[in-house]
């Protein structure tokens, strides 16, 4: 059975920094291409970050600069670590793992950027 569970969300003020973290089990991460989305209330799901199974990575122009994506296929995790957080970054935080044959999604995990 294969689950992805996302980790690392919180409430931090404007400025700070946090590193959401997204685990799969039950699947070779290795052999997936790996995306961030996030949704926020009233809004629709918009895509943040992903690298694929290279390693070549790509940022929504609205995080460029501030996100970083990686991967730890030892791990079967992928990370995203936000710095300079900003209000409206404020979002639910979803991890997808996919490939030609398969898309995988977590449960999100809540990110609120408030001072």
């Known amino acids: 059975q294969v689950q992805v569970v996302e980790s690392g969300g919180g409430l931090v003020q404007p400025g700070e920094s946090l590193r959401l973290s997204c685990e799969a089990s039950?699947?070779?991460?290795?052999?997936?291409?790996v995306h961030w989305y996030r949704q926020a209330p009233g809004k629709q799901r918009e895509l943040v970050a992903g690298?694929?199974?290279?390693?070549?990575?790509n940022y929504a122009d609205s995080v460029k600069g501030r996100f970083t994506i990686s991967r730890d296929n030892a791990k079967n995790t992928v990370y995203l670590q936000m710095n300079n957080l900003k209000p409206d970054d404020t979002a639910v935080y979803y991890c997808?793992?996919?490939?030609?044959?398969?898309?995988?999604w977590g449960q999100g995990t809540q990110v609120t950027v408030s001072s």
């Open positions: 690298i694929d199974i290279p390693g070549s990575t």
């Open positions: 997808n793992f996919n490939n030609f044959f398969s898309n995988y």
């Open positions: 039950g699947i070779s991460s290795s052999m997936y291409g």
